[in-house]
């Protein structure tokens, strides 16, 4: 069962390990589309400063993005799973899952990302600032760059498919109806319901560990609102999606 997350935009200062190898990353269909981002964002770098941060979206104090941007090609690597430490990673626990759950994370957990399209944990890549959502010359809008590859490359992949992506990265790949999106709403005292965005990341790190840690293989999107539900999470399923597009599963969390 395919499990989709984002990156994070915090990320682990420096690597530990051999410089990059995209030959030998996860999804090896994808080199040659990484080799045009990683040679478009180098670029990117090594240009005028005040125009690479505009490019993307990083104010003057994150100056220090661009030398870690230029030295992609021969700076130190670390594991994905390492590499990534934002609020979800911090709930997901990748370090701390038991030895069976962290196998299920390395089989199953897909990472994706604007330079790199799509990783598993155990993938090297050195720390890099690029988010899914730039424009970046002479590529354009990433998600339109990746979409294609993508496609092609995760298409086949049969099974119910967990996405715990942003909007901004579902964008690359939309597995269609046989993915469950799973939303995080609020609901107050008064019963409304309200898209959070802070929270949703850590719920979503929770959601992801619960599944790994459970190992269970849901069938149907009713299957796993069930599972979450005897997980702990206040699950429901939506309605029946159109054609084409994936089902939804949203958690609630009460204020």
């Given at each position: 069962m395919p499990i989709l997350l984002p990156p994070s935009e915090g990320k682990a200062v420096r690597g530990d390990g051999p410089p990059l190898d995209l030959g030998g990353l996860s999804f090896p269909a994808l080199t040659s589309a990484r080799e045009k981002a990683l040679d478009?964002?180098?670029?990117?770098?090594?240009?005028?400063?005040?125009?690479?941060?505009a490019v993307l979206g990083l104010s003057p104090g994150l100056a220090g993005a661009l030398a870690a941007n230029r030295a992609l090609r021969t700076a130190p690597t670390l594991a994905a799973a390492r590499l990534y430490t934002g609020v979800l990673y911090d709930n997901l626990g990748l370090q701390t899952l038991g030895a069976a759950a962290r196998a299920r994370a390395d089989r199953s957990v897909i990472v994706f990302s604007g330079l790199w399209g799509a990783l598993r944990l155990r993938d090297r890549v050195p720390p890099y600032r690029l988010s899914m959502g730039v424009t970046l010359p002479p590529l354009g809008g990433l998600a339109a760059h990746w979409r294609p590859c993508l496609a092609e490359v995760l298409g086949p992949e049969d099974g119910l498919v967990v996405d715990l992506r942003s909007s901004t990265y579902a964008q690359a790949w939309r597995p269609g109806s046989r993915a469950v999106t799973v939303r995080v709403l609020r609901q107050t005292a008064d019963g409304s319901r309200s898209v959070v965005s802070h929270m949703a990341k850590a719920t979503r790190g929770a959601v992801a560990r619960s599944l790994l840690e459970a190992g269970a293989e849901p069938a149907t999107p009713r299957d796993l609102a069930d599972l979450l539900v005897s997980l702990g999470h206040a699950a429901e399923l939506g309605p029946p999606p159109g054609k084409g597009r994936p089902w939804n599963v949203d958690v609630v969390i009460r204020a």
């Amino acid at each position: 069962m395919p499990i989709l997350l984002p990156p994070s935009e915090g990320k682990a200062v420096r690597g530990d390990g051999p410089p990059l190898d995209l030959g030998g990353l996860s999804f090896p269909a994808l080199t040659s589309a990484r080799e045009k981002a990683l040679d478009a964002l180098v670029t990117l770098a090594e240009g005028p400063g005040d125009a690479a941060l505009a490019v993307l979206g990083l104010s003057p104090g994150l100056a220090g993005a661009l030398a870690a941007n230029r030295a992609l090609r021969t700076a130190p690597t670390l594991a994905a799973a390492r590499l990534y430490t934002g609020v979800l990673y911090d709930n997901l626990g990748l370090q701390t899952l038991g030895a069976a759950a962290r196998a299920r994370a390395d089989r199953s957990v897909i990472v994706f990302s604007g330079l790199w399209g799509a990783l598993r944990l155990r993938d090297r890549v050195p720390p890099y600032r690029l988010s899914m959502g730039v424009t970046l010359p002479p590529l354009g809008g990433l998600a339109a760059h990746w979409r294609p590859c993508l496609a092609e490359v995760l298409g086949p992949e049969d099974g119910l498919v967990v996405d715990l992506r942003s909007s901004t990265y579902a964008q690359a790949w939309r597995p269609g109806s046989r993915a469950v999106t799973v939303r995080v709403l609020r609901q107050t005292a008064d019963g409304s319901r309200s898209v959070v965005s802070h929270m949703a990341k850590a719920t979503r790190g929770a959601v992801a560990r619960s599944l790994l840690e459970a190992g269970a293989e849901p069938a149907t999107p009713r299957d796993l609102a069930d599972l979450l539900v005897s997980l702990g999470h206040a699950a429901e399923l939506g309605p029946p999606p159109g054609k084409g597009r994936p089902w939804n599963v949203d958690v609630v969390i009460r204020a």
